[in-house]
């Protein structure tokens, strides 16, 4: 099984938690082993977020912030 990471240069849907068909794009610009770097779509300056990963081993992060209705990034779901 092979799992998904943050590449540079690479863009990714960011999808909303109350509308699952809205996508933002989220451009990874710099990444390090603990974090990441996005350049979000329409929201400004770039955020600097840490990595998570699922129970798969898939890498994810929250470029908004952290809480109940976060929107999330998947590095499984490239743009």
Not at 36 to 50: C, I, L, S
């Amino acid at each position: 099984m092979t799992t998904a990471t943050f590449q540079t240069g690479t863009t990714y849907a960011m999808r909303w938690v109350g509308d699952a068909d809205a996508l933002t794009a989220c451009k990874v610009i710099k990444r390090t082993a603990k974090f990441v770097t996005f350049e979000v779509d329409g929201f400004g300056p770039v955020a600097r977020v840490a990595i998570k990963t699922d129970d798969q081993g898939s890498e994810l992060a929250y470029p908004l912030g952290r809480y109940s209705m976060a929107p999330c990034v998947r590095a499984s779901r490239v743009a």
